[in-house]
């Protein structure tokens, strides 16, 4: 048997809703309704500091006034955060699955499918600002990862030291 489609729009909580966000909602809308399947409100709420109060609401009200209106993620004007029969994928808000993100990273670090990082957002930005001087894109590749300070190149014990001190 076929699994239900699922599709889901996740906007940022960064402002008002745009026109291309109010069309990316409404194509994931109507492939859903059009296979039988489901529409899925998720807030993508990562970047704290770009958080800007009550436009998840201003979200949630402009996918209403288009008449599309999510199958999960949403429950009388607000986003679901406890898991319940109609929304079992809870908590819908990004934030608040970090706990189930975390869990599969260590996973994938352990496998050796992921590594950490420990380079700050300043470093990157001073490597960025580097390659625009020379005119060039700034790509995190295989040459830039190797430069890093990451658990490719640190001993087990120095990563383990800098996992448990950053809280990685």
Same mark, same amino acid.
């Given at each position: 048997?076929?699994?239900? /489609?699922?599709?889901?729009?996740?906007p940022?909580? /960064?402002?008002?809703l745009? $026109?291309?966000?109010?069309?990316?909602?409404?194509?994931n809308?109507?492939?859903?309704?059009?296979?039988?399947?489901?529409? $899925?409100?998720? $807030?993508?709420? +990562? *970047?704290?500091?770009?958080?800007?109060?009550?436009?998840?609401? &201003?979200?949630?009200?402009?996918?209403?006034?288009c008449?599309?209106?999510? *199958?999960?993620?949403?429950?009388?004007?607000? $986003?679901?955060?406890?898991?319940?029969e109609?929304?079992?994928?809870?908590?819908?808000?990004?934030?608040?699955?970090?706990?189930?993100?975390?869990?599969?990273?260590?996973?994938?670090?352990?496998?050796?499918?992921? &590594? &950490?990082?420990? *380079?700050?957002?300043?470093?990157?930005d001073?490597?960025?600002?580097?390659?625009?001087?020379?005119?060039?894109?700034? +790509?995190?590749? &295989?040459?830039?990862r190797?430069?890093?300070?990451?658990?490719?190149?640190?001993?087990?014990?120095? /990563?383990?030291?800098?996992?448990?001190?950053?809280?990685?």
């Amino acid at each position: 048997m076929a699994e239900r /489609t699922r599709v889901r729009f996740a906007p940022s909580p /960064t402002g008002p809703l745009h $026109i291309g966000g109010v069309r990316t909602a409404l194509y994931n809308y109507l492939y859903a309704k059009q296979r039988g399947g489901d529409f $899925i409100l998720r $807030i993508e709420d +990562t *970047d704290s500091q770009r958080f800007v109060p009550g436009a998840e609401e &201003y979200i949630i009200e402009a996918l209403a006034w288009c008449g599309i209106s999510p *199958d999960e993620g949403v429950e009388n004007g607000k $986003i679901v955060e406890n898991p319940s029969e109609k929304h079992s994928h809870a908590p819908y808000r990004q934030s608040q699955r970090k706990p189930l993100y975390r869990k599969y990273a260590e996973e994938l670090v352990e496998k050796g499918f992921a &590594y &950490y990082s420990f *380079d700050s957002s300043e470093e990157l930005d001073k490597l960025r600002a580097v390659c625009e001087s020379r005119g060039e894109t700034f +790509t995190y590749n &295989y040459q830039v990862r190797e430069s890093l300070v990451t658990s490719l190149r640190l001993s087990a014990e120095e /990563t383990s030291r800098r996992v448990k001190e950053e809280n990685h």
